[in-house]
């Protein structure tokens, strides 16, 4: 085995990919051309993600959803996000896991009998260091073991055969081996969702979606030994929405189950309801943009203009970086430790919840690049200095309306 690459080695390929954003920009037109192909381009990276997950489950998984075109924007205004490869799934994980979003799952209620405790999100970046503690449950994830994937191909039996409440418990034997394996919990969803247990179904999927993409349509209704079955179900869905139009669970479960189903415009409408419901809520935010049609919120008939440049005061430095940071929001603590020879350490804590994230860091013009240790995915900020002492930090991909961190140095 060949040595591992350096700090600096890791960090000149991420200043390399990141300064490729101009010739990402110069074609960009080129790209509004071929949407399609954009689309797929786009969408290895993050299935690749899907695709390791998913190795030990055999052939009965097919595809997943790819990022509609309401997701676009974020490419055609931030070209280093494209450069870097950084994904609309992959901008998630990071909101979400790295704690700069503040997690909070609206149908996921303590205590309530979910048989999970989906109050936290179903990604974790856990210190690759021997002296890292942590007082997150979730953060360390066991390795798959016979016994739970033996439990799951019985729970896969069981509810073929229409036998969910054996398929339920089978589940939740796989999860105390695989607790954060976001097949299990869409798997998880669909037994509750049969069983007509719909706000635990939400908050099941909820956490999923907001780590990465739902299943399609092929890998759903395989689970099935009729499609006549999944019809019975969902109507029943249907039927519950309707007479409780207030249900914000009803009306995201069903967008969910048409998204699956590639009715996309079915999926908005639902969507749209229970955003109305849930105004704030960032995950139903992307959710309705990503079933937008074409070209709603982002017009392919006209050019789209450069990001305007960068003032030269605005130009980042790494050596304005090198040393230990805070930043507070919500409750929570960010710190953050920048070494003069490109490394980093990001360390979130919010109660009783402390992880850290460590990697390589490099900046361009106005954008700094956080690529991790574990998994090797990237956070990207734009990033404005007030004085030498202290900093704001926006993560692209967040609510233009987001203050984002205000960092001070220690």
Known sequence: MGDLPSVQDRRDNLSDRMANRDDWQNNRQDRLDDRQDWRDNNREDWQNWADDRLDHYGDW??????????????????????AIGLTAWGVNRIGYGWGYWGYSNPYYVDG???????????????????????TDTQSSEPQPTDEGLAAFDEARAAFRAGDYTTALAKLDI??????????????RSLVLFALKKYPESAAAIYAV???????????????????????????????????????????????YHYQTMGHTENAAKQYKLALAL???????????????????????????PSPPAVPADKILKSEQFVGNWTATSQGATFELNFTADGAYTWTYTHGKRKQSVKGVYAVDQNNLALESDDGGETMLAEVVFASPSEFRFRMVGDDEKSPGLDFRKN
């Open 209 to 255: 979606l907001a780590a990465g993409p739902g299943w399609d349509w092929t890998t759903m209704i395989g689970l099935y030994q009729s499609p006549d079955t999944y019809t019975e179900q969902l109507r029943a869905l249907e039927a519950f929405a309707k007479a409780n139009p207030n249900s914000a669970d009803a009306r995201f479960l069903l967008g």
């Open 112 to 134: 309530g009998g979910y048989g999970y405790d989906y109050s936290q999100p179903l990604m974790v970046y856990a210190d690759s260091s021997a002296t890292a503690t942590t």
């Open 174 to 187: 796989t999860l105390k081996t695989m607790p954060l394996d976001t097949v299990v919990h869409e798997f």
């Open 278 to 304: 849930l105004p704030d809520d960032k995950l139903l935010q992307q959710l309705v943009a990503m079933t937008a049609p074409a070209g709603a919120a982002t017009s392919t008939a006209a050019p789209i």
């Open 61 to 82: 998984y097919h595809d997943s959803w790819y990022p509609g075109a309401g997701w676009s924007y974020m490419w055609d205004n931030y070209p280093v996000a494209a």
